[in-house]
C-alpha cells in the first residue's frame, strides 16, 4: 500500500544507493514530516543525517520555475527569456535534428545521471540509442560506478552485483576498501554497528589511506600506500594458494583462469611491502584473517572505483573471493556499493555509451535484432560511444553539435573543469535539465528546462542489493516543473517518433521496461530480469512495494536472493573467470613542483554538489566551508596554522579551503571534499585540479589521486556576513555560503585589512534597509560590527576583523545566528 495510517506516504530517499525506505506526512503549512519506513528491508525505520533532514530541502529557493533559454552563457549575464512547454521541447527537437542533418547522429550527445529514475533513464536511453541512432550516452555513472561494471562483467559476464544487505549481518569478517561507508552509506553502517554490537567476534577491517570515521568500529585500519590495492590483493591471491586455502572443488567446477591470475599475482610479490607500505605483519594479519574466515563480505567504494587501473583493483578483489569459494553463500561475497540512488537502474536500463538496454551487448548480433524488434526501430545504435570524459574532450574540440544534460553537474563533477568549460562554451547548444536554476552547468546552458525534484517525480529506483524501490509523488512542483521521461518524451515526438513515446503516465514505461528484460531471456539467459512485474497494472505499480531482481513472480514479501549460489555464471561456458591483474602506479606521480598528492571524496552532510543538501541549515551545521585534511607535519613544513585558508595548485587549476590539521591522514597527503563548488563558495572546487585521467577499461577518472602544490593565503582579513538573503561576494578573495535557519551566512576572507573590508561590506549592504547600527571598535583592534534593520527585523548582521582577530571563527557564525533569532533591538546589540 503507497498509503499508510494518517496521510505517511511510503517512498524512497533521494541520495545514497543504500536506498532507505521513507515515509512522508505533508503538514498543511506546506512541510513535509520525514520518518523512516519499518517495513522496508533496506533501513527498517533507519534513517541517517541526510535522509532525515529532506523535509528541509523541498523548499522553492532556487527553483527553476519555467523553461528558461538564455541568450548569453557562461561569465556574463545573461538575458533570460521563459518559454512555455511546447517552444522549449520544440527548440530542443529542431536543435538535435538540424544537428544530426548536418553533421551525423553522432553529432549529438545526452549526458545523464544515476539521480534519474528507471523511467527517465529508460526513455532517455530508448531515444537516443533505438531512434536517434547514436550511443553517445554516457551517465555520471561513469565516474562511479564503471571499473566496478568491467570487473563484474570480467569475472561473471555480468554487470552484478552478488550479495544483500542481510550479508553484513551473516558475515564473520567484513573487509571495507577504499570506503567510507560511516559518512556515504550510514545506514548500512548502523546495521553493520548493530552486528558487531551483536556479535563482537565479527571482524572489521578498514583499507584506506586516511584513517575514516568507519575505523571507529574497526578490529584494525590497514593504511596503505593510495593506489596500491591491486599489490594488497594480489599479495591476498598469492597467500591463499601457498597456504592451501583455494577452494579447489569451487574452482574446478566453476572458474577459468586461475593459473593465470596466480602467476600474475606471484609477479608482484616482491614489490607486496615497498606498494603497499605496510608492514609484514599487518599484512599476514589481514590475509590470515581472510584465509580463515569462512564467511567474508567485501565492501568496496570510490576508493576502488575512481583510480586508473580502477577495474583491476576490483578484479583483484572478485579474484580473491573467486579462489577461496567466499561468493554465492549467505554472509559471503564481493560487495561493490552503489553511489546514486539509482546508479544501479541505469546500468539495468543500458544508460552507459557501451551498453545496450536490459545487460544486453552490443558486440552480440542477437541482442541487437531483440531490441530492434522490440522497440520497432532500424536505428538501433550498431557500437558503442564516447564515455564520459572523451564526450567532453569530442565537445572541447567541436565535434558535439548538441548536448542534452539531465540531473548531473558536470561542470563541478567531472576533472579539469577549466577543459569541461572549455567544451560547453565550445557546444553550439547545451541544453540542461534541472531543479536549480543556478548552478555551474545551467551557467553554460542555452537552454534549461525545469525538472520535478524529490517529492515531486514518481518511478522506480534500484538500490546497492538489486532492490527496485518506488519513490512516489507526495508534493506539487513548483512552477512548469515536469518529470524528466515526460520532456524528453514530448522531444521524442516532436522530432519524429511519436509512435514510440506516447506514454501518459510513469509506470507504463516501467511496464515496457520489464516486457524488454524478457526478450530472449525466457529461459534465464541473463540474470536481470523483471518477468513477474510485466503484468502490473495501474494499481499494482502504485502499491509496488520493494522487489529485488532477479523478480520471477511479483514480491509480496520480503525476499533476500543472493547471486551465483548455484555457481551458475553469464559468461559463455557458464564459469567465473579469474583476470590476470597487475600492480601499476596511478598515471601521475608527486615531484618536487607538485609535492603533496590529494584524494577528494564525501563529507557526512553534504551531497555531491550541495543543489539540495546546501537547503539545509541542519546539515551546513556539520562542516561549514571546504576544508583540506594535512597531517600536522606536512602542515609545519609548509608553515601552515590550523583553520587557516591554503591554497592548492597545479598545472590545471587552483582552489582553496580551510586546513583540518588531523593525523587522521598520512604526511604529504591531503584530502578535500568535492562539495563546494563556483555557486556555493569562491574557487573551492577541487576538480579544477584533476587530470582528466581515467582507466583505460572502464573510462572512470582518478578523482583520488592529483599531485598538487600548496600555498598559504596571505589574507589580512576575515568577516562574517548574515543575510536573509543570495549575496554576491565575487569580487573578494574568498567566501564560502552556510544556509542558516534565518538565511545565509557567509564566510569571508579577504587580503585588504580589516578597515578596508569593513569598508567594501559597508557599500554593499542592501540599500532598502531602514538603518544601519554599527559599531566600529579602535583601529588596534581592528573590529568592525554592523546591523540593518527594516523595521526592528535584522536583515544582515555583518562583522569583520583582522585575521588574528579575538573570535575563533566557529564562535562568530553563532553569534551572527543568535543576532538574527534575537527578539529585541538591545537583546540584539547584547550579543557579542
Ligand atoms: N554524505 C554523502 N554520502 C554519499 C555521497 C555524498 O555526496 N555525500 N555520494 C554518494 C556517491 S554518488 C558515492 S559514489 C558514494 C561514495 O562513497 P565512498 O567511496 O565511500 O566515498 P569517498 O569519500 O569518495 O571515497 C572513499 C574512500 O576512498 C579512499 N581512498 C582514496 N584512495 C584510495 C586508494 O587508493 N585505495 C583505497 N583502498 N582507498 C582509497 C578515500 O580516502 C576515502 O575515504 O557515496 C555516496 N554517499
Ligand atoms: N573530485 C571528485 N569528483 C567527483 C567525485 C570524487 O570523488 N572526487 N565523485 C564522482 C561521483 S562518484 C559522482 S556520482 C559525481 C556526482 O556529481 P553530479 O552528478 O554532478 O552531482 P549532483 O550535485 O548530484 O548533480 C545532480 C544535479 O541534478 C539535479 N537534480 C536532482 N534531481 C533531479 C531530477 O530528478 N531531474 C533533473 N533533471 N535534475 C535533478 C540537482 O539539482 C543537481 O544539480 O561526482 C563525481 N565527481
Ligand atoms: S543511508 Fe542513504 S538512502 Fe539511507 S537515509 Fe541516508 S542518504 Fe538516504
Ligand atoms: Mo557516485
Same mark, same amino acid.
Request: proline content about 4%; overall charge negative.
Given at each position: 500500500?503507497?498509503?499508510?495510517?494518517?496521510?505517511?506516504?511510503?517512498?524512497t530517499?533521494?541520495?545514497?544507493?543504500?536506498?532507505?525506505?521513507v515515509?512522508?506526512?505533508?503538514?498543511?503549512?506546506g512541510?513535509?514530516?520525514?520518518?523512516?519506513?519499518?517495513?522496508?528491508p533496506?533501513n527498517?525505520?533507519?534513517?541517517c543525517t541526510?535522509?532525515?533532514?529532506l523535509?528541509?530541502t523541498?523548499i522553492?529557493?532556487?527553483?527553476i520555475?519555467?523553461?528558461?533559454?538564455?541568450?548569453?552563457?557562461?561569465?556574463?549575464?545573461t538575458?533570460?527569456?521563459?518559454?512555455?512547454?511546447?517552444?522549449?521541447?520544440?527548440?530542443?527537437?529542431?536543435q538535435?535534428?538540424?544537428?544530426?542533418?548536418?553533421?551525423?547522429?553522432?553529432?549529438?550527445?545526452?549526458y545523464?545521471?544515476g539521480q534519474?529514475l528507471?523511467?527517465?533513464?529508460?526513455?532517455a536511453?530508448?531515444l537516443?540509442k533505438g531512434?536517434?541512432?547514436?550511443?553517445?550516452?554516457?551517465s555520471?555513472?561513469?565516474?562511479?560506478?564503471?571499473?566496478?561494471?568491467?570487473?563484474?562483467k570480467?569475472?561473471f559476464?555480468?554487470?552484478?552485483?552478488?550479495?544483500?544487505?542481510?550479508d553484513?549481518e551473516h558475515a564473520?569478517?567484513?573487509?571495507?576498501?577504499?570506503?567510507n561507508?560511516?559518512?556515504?552509506h550510514?545506514?548500512?553502517?548502523q546495521?553493520?554497528?548493530?552486528?558487531k554490537?551483536?556479535?563482537p567476534?565479527?571482524?572489521?577491517?578498514?583499507i584506506?589511506p586516511?584513517?575514516?570515521?568507519?575505523?571507529?568500529?574497526?578490529d584494525?585500519?590497514?593504511a596503505l600506500?593510495?593506489?596500491s590495492?591491486v599489490?594488497l590483493?594480489?599479495?591476498l591471491?598469492s597467500?591463499?594458494?601457498?597456504?592451501n586455502y583455494l577452494?579447489?572443488?569451487?574452482?574446478q567446477s566453476?572458474?577459468?583462469?586461475?593459473?593465470?591470475?596466480l602467476?600474475?599475482a606471484?609477479?608482484?610479490?616482491?614489490?607486496?611491502e615497498?606498494?603497499?607500505?605496510?608492514t609484514q605483519?599487518?599484512?599476514?594479519r589481514f590475509?590470515?584473517?581472510?584465509?580463515?574466515?569462512?564467511n567474508?563480505?567485501?565492501?568496496y567504494s570510490?576508493?576502488?572505483n575512481?583510480?586508473s587501473?580502477?577495474s583491476?583493483k576490483?578484479?583483484?578483489?572478485l579474484?580473491?573471493h573467486?579462489a577461496?569459494?567466499?561468493i554465492?553463500?549467505?554472509?559471503?561475497g #564481493? %560487495?561493490? !556499493?552503489?553511489?546514486?540512488p539509482? $546508479?544501479m537502474?541505469?546500468?539495468e536500463v543500458? *544508460?552507459?555509451a557501451n551498453t545496450l /538496454?536490459?545487460?544486453?551487448?552490443?558486440?552480440?548480433?542477437e541482442?541487437?535484432?531483440?531490441?530492434?524488434?522490440?522497440w520497432?526501430?532500424?536505428?538501433?545504435?550498431?557500437?558503442?560511444?564516447?564515455?564520459?570524459?572523451d564526450?567532453?574532450?569530442?565537445?572541447?574540440?567541436?565535434?558535439i553539435?548538441?548536448?542534452w544534460?539531465m540531473?548531473?553537474?558536470?561542470?563541478?563533477?567531472?576533472?579539469?573543469?577549466?577543459?569541461?568549460?572549455?567544451a560547453?562554451?565550445?557546444? #553550439? %547548444?547545451? !541544453?540542461?535539465?534541472?531543479?536549480? $536554476?543556478?548552478?555551474?552547468?545551467?551557467?553554460? *546552458?542555452d537552454?534549461v528546462?525545469? /525538472?520535478?525534484?524529490?517529492?515531486?517525480?514518481?518511478?522506480?529506483?534500484?538500490?546497492?542489493?538489486r532492490?527496485?524501490?518506488?519513490?512516489?509523488?507526495?508534493?506539487?512542483?513548483?512552477?512548469m516543473?515536469k518529470?524528466?521521461?515526460?520532456?524528453i518524451s514530448?522531444v521524442?515526438c516532436k522530432m519524429?517518433?511519436?509512435?514510440?513515446?506516447?506514454?501518459?503516465h510513469?509506470g507504463?514505461?516501467?511496464?515496457?521496461?520489464?516486457e524488454?528484460?524478457?526478450?530472449?531471456?525466457?529461459?534465464?539467459?541473463r540474470?536481470?530480469?523483471?518477468?513477474?512485474?510485466?503484468?502490473?497494472?495501474?494499481?499494482?505499480?502504485?502499491?509496488?512495494?520493494?522487489?529485488?531482481?532477479?523478480v520471477?513472480?511479483v514480491q509480496?514479501?520480503?525476499?533476500n536472493q543472493?547471486?551465483?549460489?548455484d555457481?551458475?555464471?553469464?559468461?559463455?561456458?557458464?564459469?567465473a573467470?579469474?583476470?590476470?591483474?597487475?600492480?601499476?602506479?596511478?598515471?601521475?606521480?608527486?615531484?618536487?613542483?607538485?609535492p603533496?598528492?590529494?584524494?577528494?571524496?564525501?563529507?557526512?552532510?553534504?551531497w555531491?554538489?550541495?543543489?539540495?543538501?546546501?537547503?539545509?541549515?541542519?546539515?551546513g551545521?556539520?562542516?561549514?566551508?571546504?576544508?583540506?585534511?594535512?597531517?600536522?607535519?606536512?602542515?609545519k613544513?609548509?608553515?601552515?596554522q590550523r583553520n587557516?585558508?591554503i591554497?592548492?595548485?597545479?598545472?590545471?587549476?587552483e582552489c582553496l579551503?580551510r586546513?583540518?590539521i588531523?593525523?587522521?591522514?598520512?604526511?604529504?597527503?591531503?584530502?578535500?571534499?568535492i562539495?563546494?563548488n563556483?555557486?556555493t563558495a569562491?574557487?573551492s572546487?577541487?576538480?579544477?585540479?584533476?587530470?582528466?585521467?581515467?582507466d583505460?577499461?572502464s573510462?572512470?577518472?582518478?578523482?583520488?589521486?592529483?599531485?598538487?602544490?600548496?600555498?598559504?593565503?596571505?589574507?589580512?582579513?576575515?568577516?562574517?556576513?548574515?543575510?536573509r538573503?543570495?549575496?554576491?561576494?565575487n569580487?573578494?578573495?574568498?567566501?564560502?555560503?552556510q544556509?542558516?535557519a534565518?538565511?545565509?551566512l557567509?564566510?569571508i576572507?579577504s587580503t585588504?585589512?580589516a578597515?578596508?573590508l569593513?569598508?567594501?561590506?559597508?557599500?554593499?549592504?542592501?540599500?532598502?534597509?531602514?538603518?544601519?547600527?554599527?559599531?566600529e571598535s579602535?583601529?588596534?583592534?581592528?573590529l568592525?560590527?554592523?546591523?540593518?534593520?527594516?523595521?526592528?527585523k535584522?536583515?544582515?548582521?555583518?562583522?569583520?576583523?583582522?585575521?588574528?582577530?579575538?573570535?575563533p571563527?566557529?564562535?562568530l557564525?553563532?553569534?551572527l545566528?543568535a543576532?538574527?533569532?534575537?527578539?529585541?533591538e538591545?537583546?540584539?546589540?547584547?550579543v557579542l
Amino acid at each position: 500500500m503507497s498509503l499508510v495510517n494518517d496521510g505517511w506516504i511510503k517512498t524512497t530517499c533521494a541520495y545514497c544507493g543504500v536506498g532507505c525506505g521513507v515515509e512522508a506526512r505533508p503538514k498543511l503549512t506546506g512541510e513535509l514530516e520525514i520518518r523512516g519506513d519499518q517495513s522496508h528491508p533496506s533501513n527498517y525505520g533507519k534513517l541517517c543525517t541526510k535522509g532525515i533532514a529532506l523535509g528541509d530541502t523541498i523548499i522553492h529557493d532556487g527553483r527553476i520555475l519555467a523553461p528558461t533559454k538564455k541568450s548569453q552563457t557562461g561569465d556574463q549575464q545573461t538575458d533570460d527569456e521563459e518559454l512555455n512547454w511546447e517552444n522549449a521541447t520544440q527548440m530542443v527537437a529542431e536543435q538535435f535534428t538540424q544537428a544530426i542533418e548536418r553533421y551525423g547522429p553522432d553529432s549529438v550527445a545526452f549526458y545523464v545521471s544515476g539521480q534519474l529514475l528507471t523511467e527517465d533513464y529508460y526513455v532517455a536511453n530508448k531515444l537516443i540509442k533505438g531512434f536517434i541512432g547514436t550511443s553517445n550516452i554516457d551517465s555520471n555513472s561513469r565516474l562511479c560506478m564503471a571499473s566496478s561494471v568491467v570487473g563484474h562483467k570480467r569475472a561473471f559476464g555480468s554487470d552484478s552485483v552478488p550479495v544483500c544487505y542481510e550479508d553484513l549481518e551473516h558475515a564473520e569478517m567484513i573487509v571495507m576498501v577504499g570506503s567510507n561507508l560511516a559518512w556515504c552509506h550510514p545506514v548500512l553502517f548502523q546495521r553493520l554497528r548493530s552486528a558487531k554490537q551483536n556479535n563482537p567476534e565479527l571482524k572489521i577491517v578498514v583499507i584506506d589511506p586516511r584513517e575514516t570515521e568507519s575505523c571507529t568500529i574497526a578490529d584494525y585500519h590497514l593504511a596503505l600506500k593510495s593506489g596500491s590495492d591491486v599489490a594488497l590483493f594480489n599479495g591476498l591471491l598469492s597467500f591463499l594458494s601457498r597456504h592451501n586455502y583455494l577452494d579447489q572443488d569451487f574452482i574446478q567446477s566453476h572458474t577459468n583462469q586461475l593459473e593465470k591470475a596466480l602467476t600474475a599475482a606471484e609477479s608482484d610479490s616482491d614489490l607486496l611491502e615497498a606498494a603497499t607500505g605496510l608492514t609484514q605483519s599487518e599484512l599476514m594479519r589481514f590475509f590470515k584473517d581472510f584465509s580463515t574466515t569462512s564467511n567474508v563480505v567485501t565492501v568496496y567504494s570510490q576508493g576502488v572505483n575512481q583510480s586508473s587501473i580502477g577495474s583491476d583493483k576490483v578484479n583483484s578483489i572478485l579474484n580473491c573471493h573467486l579462489a577461496s569459494g567466499k561468493i554465492g553463500q549467505v554472509g559471503s561475497g #564481493p %560487495f561493490s !556499493v552503489t553511489g546514486q540512488p539509482n $546508479a544501479m537502474g541505469g546500468r539495468e536500463v543500458g *544508460a552507459l555509451a557501451n551498453t545496450l /538496454a536490459s545487460h544486453m551487448e552490443f558486440d552480440n548480433p542477437e541482442h541487437h535484432a531483440l531490441i530492434s524488434n522490440f522497440w520497432q526501430t532500424e536505428n538501433l545504435a550498431t557500437k558503442p560511444g564516447l564515455k564520459a570524459v572523451d564526450l567532453f574532450d569530442a565537445m572541447a574540440e567541436g565535434k558535439i553539435k548538441a548536448v542534452w544534460i539531465m540531473a548531473t553537474n558536470p561542470m563541478v563533477s567531472l576533472p579539469d573543469s577549466a577543459k569541461i568549460k572549455k567544451a560547453l562554451k565550445t557546444c #553550439p %547548444f547545451v !541544453v540542461v535539465s534541472d531543479c536549480i $536554476a543556478d548552478t555551474e552547468t545551467t551557467r553554460m *546552458a542555452d537552454l534549461v528546462l525545469p /525538472a520535478q525534484g524529490w517529492s515531486e517525480k514518481s518511478g522506480t529506483l534500484t538500490n546497492s542489493e538489486r532492490r527496485i524501490s518506488r519513490q512516489r509523488r507526495i508534493m506539487p512542483s513548483p512552477g512548469m516543473a515536469k518529470p524528466d521521461w515526460w520532456i524528453i518524451s514530448q522531444v521524442a515526438c516532436k522530432m519524429g517518433y511519436r509512435d514510440a513515446f506516447t506514454y501518459r503516465h510513469e509506470g507504463e514505461i516501467f511496464r515496457e521496461y520489464a516486457e524488454l528484460s524478457t526478450q530472449g531471456n525466457r529461459n534465464g539467459e541473463r540474470d536481470f530480469t523483471l518477468i513477474g512485474l510485466t503484468q502490473l497494472d495501474e494499481q499494482g505499480y502504485s502499491q509496488l512495494v520493494p522487489q529485488q531482481w532477479p523478480v520471477t513472480q511479483v514480491q509480496k514479501e520480503v525476499i533476500n536472493q543472493r547471486l551465483f549460489s548455484d555457481g551458475h555464471f553469464y559468461t559463455p561456458d557458464n564459469k567465473a573467470n579469474f583476470v590476470p591483474v597487475r600492480h601499476q602506479p596511478p598515471k601521475t606521480t608527486c615531484d618536487s613542483r607538485y609535492p603533496l598528492l590529494l584524494n577528494t571524496g564525501r563529507t557526512r552532510d553534504q551531497w555531491h554538489t550541495m543543489s539540495r543538501t546546501g537547503l539545509s541549515a541542519r546539515l551546513g551545521e556539520h562542516k561549514s566551508e571546504p576544508y583540506v585534511q594535512i597531517h600536522p607535519k606536512t602542515a609545519k613544513e609548509h608553515s601552515v596554522q590550523r583553520n587557516q585558508m591554503i591554497k592548492l595548485h597545479n598545472a590545471h587549476g587552483e582552489c582553496l579551503a580551510r586546513a583540518e590539521i588531523t593525523e587522521q591522514i598520512q604526511p604529504n597527503q591531503l584530502f578535500m571534499p568535492i562539495h563546494w563548488n563556483n555557486a556555493t563558495a569562491k574557487n573551492s572546487k577541487p576538480c579544477n585540479l584533476i587530470a582528466p585521467h581515467t582507466d583505460n577499461h572502464s573510462g572512470q577518472p582518478e578523482f583520488k589521486h592529483s599531485p598538487v602544490a600548496l600555498t598559504v593565503c596571505k589574507h589580512q582579513s576575515r568577516a562574517s556576513f548574515a543575510s536573509r538573503t543570495v549575496m554576491n561576494f565575487n569580487s573578494l578573495d574568498y567566501w564560502a555560503r552556510q544556509k542558516i535557519a534565518e538565511g545565509y551566512l557567509y564566510h569571508i576572507e579577504s587580503t585588504l585589512n580589516a578597515y578596508e573590508l569593513a569598508s567594501y561590506l559597508k557599500s554593499q549592504l542592501k540599500h532598502n534597509v531602514d538603518r544601519v547600527v554599527s559599531h566600529e571598535s579602535s583601529e588596534d583592534e581592528a573590529l568592525y560590527r554592523f546591523i540593518t534593520f527594516v523595521e526592528d527585523k535584522v536583515m544582515q548582521a555583518i562583522h569583520v576583523q583582522s585575521i588574528q582577530g579575538v573570535h575563533p571563527i566557529n564562535e562568530l557564525s553563532n553569534i551572527l545566528t543568535a543576532r538574527f533569532s534575537a527578539e529585541s533591538e538591545s537583546e540584539i546589540l547584547a550579543v557579542l
